[in-house]
């Protein structure tokens, strides 16, 4: 099983540019989120889904856009980046709900993203 | 704002030796609660899951929890250290709220093992 596969690994754009970061995961799971992770800050919640169709605001939503038109696929973006965006992002899937039975987060390799 | 609290940025252990990774959450109704390992090739890792409900600490091989519920802690300690063991550790916690669950990480605690 592929798990949860983020693209691009890395990238590089200029101030004011727009970019999607890809994440499918192929384990049916209901809830996918996203996080930044900024050193000395560790991971910050940007958008989470508990279902297709559902998006809901996490800790730093500003800046960023995410739908969740399958249940596969919850792509997260940039409409215009600044360099306050630069960041690794990691997304992440679980079964839902998160709390009965204690459903452990599936992470993928992350996205290194540097905005110039 | 509810949140979790790891008030070590960093620490350090021989090997073969025991380590205690602190945590504090303010989050209510907590349910469960993790610890997650990040090595350096940056995926992250599940170490151990408690069940706040239960009152015995969850135990992983050489990982084991000690859970203070009433003090809202949740430390994390490894015996036998081993060089693998080198990483950033989040504790972390269910956040309930609005009829949604989310969960919040701590900042992290980055964990040397010396030879």
């Known amino acids: 099983n592929a798990g949860v596969t983020q693209t691009p690994k890395f990238q590089v754009l200029k101030t004011g540019q727009s970019m999607t970061l890809q994440c499918a995961q192929d384990?049916?799971?209901?809830?996918m989120s996203w996080y930044r992770q900024d050193p000395g800050m560790g991971l910050r919640l940007i958008h989470y889904?508990?279902?297709?169709?559902?998006?809901d605001q996490g800790e730093v939503p500003n800046g960023y856009n995410v739908s969740r038109s399958t249940t596969e696929d919850f792509p997260l973006r940039l409409l215009s980046a600044a360099p306050s965006q630069t960041s690794v992002y990691f997304c992440?899937?679980?079964?839902?709900?998160?709390?009965?039975?204690?459903?452990?987060?599936?992470f993928g390799a992350g996205s290194r993203l540097t905005v110039l | 704002a509810q949140t979790v609290t790891q008030s070590q940025p960093e620490m350090s252990v021989q090997e073969a030796e025991t380590v205690t990774l602190s945590c504090t959450y303010d989050?209510?109704?907590?349910?469960?609660l993790f610890w997650y390992k990040q090595p350096p090739s940056r995926q992250m890792i599940l170490v151990i899951r408690?069940?706040?409900?239960?009152?015995q600490n969850a135990t992983e091989n050489r990982f084991s929890v000690n859970f203070q519920k009433a003090a809202k802690s949740f430390s994390l300690k490894i015996s036998d250290s081993q060089l693998g063991d080198a990483a950033m550790y989040f504790c972390?916690?269910?956040?309930?709220?609005?009829?949604?669950?989310?969960?919040?990480f701590g900042k992290g605690t980055k964990l040397t093992v010396n030879p």
């Open positions: 972390d916690s269910i956040l309930k709220g609005g009829g949604s669950e989310k969960l919040v």
């Open positions: 992440a899937s679980s079964p839902r709900p998160l709390s009965p039975g204690a459903n452990v987060l599936t």
């Open positions: 408690q069940e706040a409900y239960k009152q």
């Open positions: 889904s508990v279902g297709a169709g559902i998006t």
């Open positions: 384990m049916n799971h209901e809830y």
């Open positions: 989050t209510s109704e907590s349910d469960y």
